[in-house]
């Protein structure tokens, strides 16, 4: 994409405006997602009428209410379900996946590794933010060891998933992860993910900065943001001796490919063939 | 970066009587020559059997790096660095690096040695903003003469360029450098020979009679005080282009986000937490408080100056 396109991307274009502004609380990473995808959505040229967005429950899912386009604000934990029956019934549209950690991982968990299984083509951003922050900061399966939330009065003593490698491990076409202070590399990891032919499942690292972090004294958002990045290590290192990284640092960019069938052929072979021996009434 | 301290020659008991070294400090960027100038000074010591120490910082080999080298020599010395205000000679190799180093030079009777080259690094340009000018230091060589007379510019790349080698101006400096020490051309012209590429020793050769004939031949007299440094490019007028940043204040929430990461510091909460442009001429237009503003508060615009909002 040249300078200058770049330049003419009007965020407005794309939002339900009489709603804005929107719901979340000042700082949260969520909506620096948002402009990361809707700026993704434009420069691909994606037409508003073959975009189909699918949101669970949480400040997460509530992100695609905000964009103006066909949304399906749909049951808690089961946005990949109602992408996958949406995706196999209109093919021709463009479907994407905006969850939450406690919505993908955790109630919805299952539906992740069959959606990575399948490898159907759509793309899942999970905003990962480390808490249940709709219902006022519960654990969550991201929550970090001996962080507070309020179901963890004494600090969390569970480990956490490794949400990537879960994917990739499930066999998802394509795996990426990137933080919002990168604004543009996330927008280029999300195009990444749309252009790929199978399932892609990027994990956005968010901050809930009113209640994970006010709870934890992670500082405000500019602190919250600053020390995500100090935590990641770009793939850009991957290959590089010197990794002036802490060892346990996240990775981002593409961190998995996975060039299998895609889900959608099979299935229509599937379902010929199924119609065919229901005409032939054997 | 390394910083190395080498004796020369072992030290003998302290002669009761010692004279004072003669301490010539040697400066410029990486990438000049500023290690071997000091090197062909420090073998010509050794050679005519004086004691000498040379101590150097070097390594910067990115152009920009500053690199300087202190030989003293004489009959005894002690220190390897040549304490402030005492050098008597200060050969620069880059005009503002010798600009830099004048405090060490003895006011009085220190000779300034200095070719008129700027090598102006990236980093003197702080500020970011387009045509912005840079703080690459500048004083003329009548400046210069105010604080030490005995001084000499000289465009010496200019002269290596003229012989067909530009490499070869530390040569020339160091033809001028050896006007102000008692060593014989021969001595230095073998040393010199001796430390540069074989290809190079004529054209050095020739570097080496050019430098010194100008500081001591009358008929350079005129050209010596004609010497002239170029003053830093004025900043050129940028005035293509609007930029606009629109506020939505209905949709801002304070968070604080944009204010802090500003590169440019631009922007403040006012009284009632709602985001303001608080420095407007510091903008670049670098869009960072647009991509990261959660609440789509910002959107900065730039037009061209014919399409531009009055
Ligand atoms: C079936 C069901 N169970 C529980 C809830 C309550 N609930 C609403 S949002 C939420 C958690 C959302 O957390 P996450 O996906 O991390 O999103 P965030 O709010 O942190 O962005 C829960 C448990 C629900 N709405 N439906
Ligand atoms: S509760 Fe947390 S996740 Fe939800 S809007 Fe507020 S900051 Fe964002
Ligand atoms: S980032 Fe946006 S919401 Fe936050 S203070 Fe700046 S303009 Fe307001």
Redesign the pocket.
Known sequence: MTEASMHTFEIRDYLRQELMPHFMCPGCG?GIALRALLWAIYELDIDKDRLAIVS??????RVGAYIDANTMHV???RPLAYATGLKLARPDLEVIVI??????L??GGNHLIHACRRNLNFTCLM?N?E?????GG?V?PTTTVDRFTTTTPLGNHEPGFDSCKLAAAAGAGLVGREITLQVPALKNLIKEGINHPGFAFLEII?D?TEIYGRKNQLGESPEMMLSQKASTRSDVYRNTVDQPFRPNAFETGVLARNDRAEYADNYRKHVEKTMDVLKSGD | MRVSTSSAVEREPSPTTAAEPTNVLIVGVGGQGVITVSKVLAQLCLQNKLKVKQSEIHGMAKRGGAVFSHVRFGREVYSPTIPLGQADILLALEWAEGLRWLPYLNPETGTFISDTQQIIPPFSCRNRKRGATSNYVFRSVEQVKQHVPNSYAVDATGMAEGLGNPRAANTVLLGMLSTALDFSVDDWQAIIAQSVPPKTVEVNRQAFLLGREWIQSDAHKEEREQVEVAKPPPAPVVDDVVIDLEITEAWCKGCDICVKMCPERCLALNSSEIVELANPDACTACRLCEWLCPDFAIAVHVHKKETAIA
């Open positions: 969520h669970g429950i949480g400040c997460s899912g049951t808690h934990g969850t939450g950690d406690g919505d993908c955790a109630i905003l933010n808490v249940y922050g709709m219902t519960q969550s968010s809930c």
